[in-house]
């Protein structure tokens, strides 16, 4: 049995929602849950602070694919005020912040609305899997996870990275330009667990990009706030920090 016929008859959510970043992994996972009745929508969240090539190529693959979208948008102008009276964010602590208002805050939002009644779980189809990272193996180890309301169900959690690539050729998915470029989804460049140097590179495909990150750094200078986005790992990423089912490249990074 997959994950999400697991998921259907041990909880009998409302409904299925696919969490589509953008990436190759959650486009594989989305396309999975469309086959499903069950399905609803496609839930992209638009975290106010990534690669605006990223949130066209959901829209367009859910254009071609007759998806219906949800573009589920953080407080505009957070980000970049957080950054201005806080400084530039870093390490696990704040990467929680930056998790929670970016884009927790909004799957909440979203699974509010379509419960129908109190007790109600709402399916959550995720792209994680297991292969990512020693780490992702330790915390994300199951197809299936309630929290709540919140039915996190992740159907390809035993692919491997040629398995979303052959799946993807196989039913004619699209790849995205940013993954192959960056080797992520860049919907979120928040930079609280980022490599510092991993700005020259976005700044190589995405200088508009790294111009207002980059921006942003002189700004929180200038206020003699922490000003470098990204931060070097200096101790190993605590494998207790809670799930963060949609931050999957971030702790990848910091995990390597």
């Not at 409302?14 to 009745?37: E, I, K, N, R, Y």
């Not at 609803?40 to 638009?46: D, E, G, I, K, L």
């Not at 002189?218 to 790992?233: D, I, M, N, S, V």
Request: overall charge neutral; some cysteine; aromatic content about 8%.
């Amino acid at each position: 049995m997959g994950a999400i016929e697991q998921a259907l008859a041990e909880f009998r959510p409302a409904c299925l929602l696919a969490l589509f970043s953008g990436g190759h992994d959650s486009v594989t996972s989305t396309h999975l849950a469309a086959q499903h009745p069950m399905f609803r929508a496609v839930v992209h969240v638009n975290t106010g602070i990534g690669i605006e090539q990223t949130r066209e190529y959901v829209r367009q693959v859910c254009r071609d694919q007759g998806w219906p979208l949800i573009e589920e948008c953080a407080p505009s102008g957070w980000y970049d005020q957080n950054c201005l009276s806080a400084g530039m964010p870093g390490g696990p602590a704040q990467h929680g912040i930056m998790y929670q208002r970016l884009k927790d805050d909004q799957v909440r939002a979203v699974v509010r609305r379509f419960k129908r009644r109190k007790g109600d779980t709402v399916g959550l189809v995720t792209g994680v899997r297991k292969s990512e990272s020693e780490r992702r193996m330790r915390i994300h180890p199951e197809p299936v996870i309630r929290e709540r309301a919140q039915l996190w169900i992740n159907p390809i959690l035993n692919w491997t990275a040629s398995d979303v690539n052959d799946y993807m050729a196989q039913v004619g998915l699209p790849r995205n330009p940013v993954v192959d470029n960056l080797h992520r989804s860049g919907e979120c460049l928040c930079g609280a667990l980022a490599d510092p140097d991993e700005l020259d590179w976005i700044a190589y495909w995405y200088p508009d990009v790294a111009a207002r990150i980059r921006s942003l750094e002189q700004q929180c200078f200038e206020r003699k706030l922490p000003y470098r986005w990204g931060t070097k790992a200096s101790q190993p990423f605590d494998p207790a920090q809670p799930m963060l089912p949609l931050c999957q490249d971030c702790p990848t990074r910091w995990a390597a």
